[in-house]
């Protein structure tokens, strides 16, 4: 088993920039992907990014392509992702996700989560 525990959330303005962090308890297979959803309230849990374990390959969701980075420290088995420019439409819960999904794009297809930090964007 794989537990996640996401942390660096909080109240921001527009325009403002966080990092949250997922640090991992057990094993990261190499051919696993981790990375970030978030999810508002009535809607779906939504693919912010995502991360190739093995290869770094990311992929970003359109909607935060050029604003957010995701990244790793393989000795702490921690996922980072680097929030700038923030908007009003990033307001979510963001939620780490580990597992080996057919398609890294859908939530359901990953096998571990966190509890989610909340993320609020204001003004």
């Known amino acids: 088993q794989v537990t996640l525990v996401e942390s660096g959330g909080g109240l921001v303005q527009a325009g403002g920039s966080l990092r949250l962090s997922c640090a991992a308890s057990g094993r990261i297979l190499g051919n696993y992907f981790m990375g970030w959803f978030r999810q508002a309230p009535g809607k779906e849990r939504e693919f912010v990014t995502s991360m190739k374990w093995s290869t770094g390959h990311t992929y970003y969701a359109d909607s935060v392509k050029g604003r957010f980075t995701i990244s790793r420290d393989n000795a702490k088995k921690t996922v980072y992702l680097q929030m700038n420019s923030l908007k009003l439409e990033d307001t979510a819960v963001y939620y780490c996700?580990?597992?080996?999904?057919?398609?890294?794009?859908?939530?359901?297809?990953?096998?571990?989560w966190g509890q989610g930090t909340q993320v609020t964007v204001s003004s």
């Open positions: 996700g580990v597992g080996q999904p057919a398609f890294m794009t859908v939530a359901r297809a990953y096998d571990y």
